[in-house]
């Protein structure tokens, strides 16, 4: 983890929020590389499951709602952790982490029930934590101003039910769909970006006719999986976890989580929940606005239900690089200057790669060259995410791409000069073919399109 904590540092993917004020825990700034890959992945989740589907619609709902939601939707109540507080250092836990042996190796922790920052055993007795970060509309600071920030992003699309579904005609079964930002006051933080307390929500609420939903839910399942697949995340790497009915949130009949084998153990990457009508019918009883749905060919009036498949964009980026990082000793080229050093390369899927191509000129003392490959980055430059970049040998460069995923490097040389052709150089087959200027951009289309 911490090989992919200092490359996301050092190649601009993912700095330490407010860094030169010493940062702040569990809060992240997504630098230009990482910003690139975030909206990337985003904009693949958009195509996938907005764009190509008949059936799913987008909204954008406002983070602070009004403070009903949150009675109504069973947050304020029960969206909360077990916290327990070192009664020698003050240092505070989860107390479900400490139990389970999760900071054993940490600090000072040797055993369960050991606190990782002075080894104190003393603990009070655990109370409940609600994660939602508070703030307040107007001027006035009291209860009765009180606001919260969004923990998920699926009560504004309960909310909106009826307007989206009678503005847009909708008919069940149908989803919202919504990407967004969500905060939680998260007590154990750690293992960089998994748990942090503000990251983005990619959630589709999907209303179906009660019946229906156990069936839709296992399609579901197997949707989401696909697309985390799609994005290359190695099948080996992920399993699937059904909580037990014990365990389960408030609001769900069924969740089953898809597990990543992260570098600190398998871990929730995203989950999916029967959520039932809990939430349209708990919104219908606290605004007092009836949210049943009539169907106008069966001339039957009922609730749906929602089948909630709910993904987080950073941990989903988390997971893609860690999948995608791979250390090569000695170098993958025989030449003398990369044997003697190891090399990594990112083997991002070509769809989410950051940097699409990379523009090097042969040499940097050259000015006909240089010059050329500034021509060849303009040209490029509208149609893909570039960078061009002269600092350094060939090899050298060709490996600061292969560490950021950069699936093609144009390499402008003396024969470019003659025959206005370039190479084009795969990054995982490290294969270069010559192309002709003029064909470089359906070509480079086509190769990034194929995956
Ligand atoms: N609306 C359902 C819901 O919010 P959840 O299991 O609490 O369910 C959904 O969260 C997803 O959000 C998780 O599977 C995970 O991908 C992501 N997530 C949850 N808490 C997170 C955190 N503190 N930091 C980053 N991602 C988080």
């Known amino acids: 983890m911490s090989k992919i904590v200092s490359l996301s540092k050092r190649r601009g993917f993912i700095f330490q929020s407010s860094e030169i004020y010493g940062g702040v825990e569990a809060l992240w700034d997504y630098g230009p590389l990482g910003s690139l890959l975030k909206n990337n992945i985003k904009k693949e989740w958009l195509e996938r499951f907005v764009q190509l589907r008949d059936d799913v619609v987008l909204i954008d709902g406002a983070i602070i709602m009004n403070p009903n939601v949150w009675k109504a939707s069973g947050h304020l109540e029960h969206f909360a952790d077990p916290l327990v507080e070192c009664k020698d250092c003050h240092s505070r836990y989860r107390a479900d982490h400490m139990a389970d ?44 101003h009180q606001a919260y920030l969004r923990p998920e992003t699926a009560q504004s699309m309960f909310t909106n039910f009826k307007q989206v579904q009678e503005s847009m005609r909708l008919k069940i079964p149908f989803g919202i769909a919504q990407i967004g930002r969500s905060f939680r006051n998260e007590i154990t933080t750690g293992n960089f970006t998994f748990r942090s307390r503000e990251f983005d929500l990619a959630e589709i609420e999907y209303f179906v006719k009660p019946g229906e939903d156990e069936k839709i839910f296992e399609q579901w399942v197997n949707e989401w999986e ?84 709910s993904l987080g964009i950073d941990r989903l980026l988390l997971a893609l690089l860690v999948d995608a990082y791979q250390e090569v000793k000695g170098g993958r080229t025989e030449t003398t200057e990369s044997t003697k050093e190891e090399e990594v390369v990112l083997r991002l899927n070509k769809k989410i790669a950051p940097i699409k191509v990379a523009v090097l000129p042969l040499v940097k003392n050259k000015e006909e060259i240089t010059k050329k490959a500034k021509e060849v980055y303009q ?44 190479t084009i150089r795969d990054k995982d087959t490290m294969k270069q073919e010559r192309v002709k200027i003029k064909d470089l951009i359906n070509i480079l289309k086509e190769k990034l399109e194929n995956v």
């Open 226 to 309: 696909k697309f985390i697949v799609g994005l290359g995340i190695k099948k080996e790497n992920l399993r699937r976890y059904e909580h037990k009915k014990e365990a389960l949130s408030h609001y769900s009949k069924r969740t089953i989580d898809i597990e990543y084998k992260f570098p600190f153990g398998w871990s929730e990457l995203t989950g999916i929940a029967n959520r039932t009508n809990y939430d349209l019918s708990q919104h219908s009883k606290f605004s007092g606005k009836e949210l049943a749905y009539f169907d106008e060919e069966t001339k039957e009036k009922y609730i749906p239900f929602v089948i909630e498949p």
């Open 101 to 144: 042996g999760r900071f054993i190796g940490e600090g000072k922790a040797k055993e369960k029930n050991q606190c990782p920052q002075c080894g104190g055993k003393n603990f009070t007795s655990s109370k409940q934590f609600n994660l939602m970060f508070k703030t307040f509309l107007g001027p006035i600071e009291d209860e009765t």
């Open 379 to 422: 040209l490029l430059k509208p149609n893909f995410i570039c960078q061009y970049d002269e600092v350094g040998s060939i090899g050298r460069r060709y490996r600061r791409q292969d560490e950021i995923g950069t699936p093609f490097a144009i390499t402008i040389d003396f024969e470019t000069l003659e025959k206005d052709d370039v």
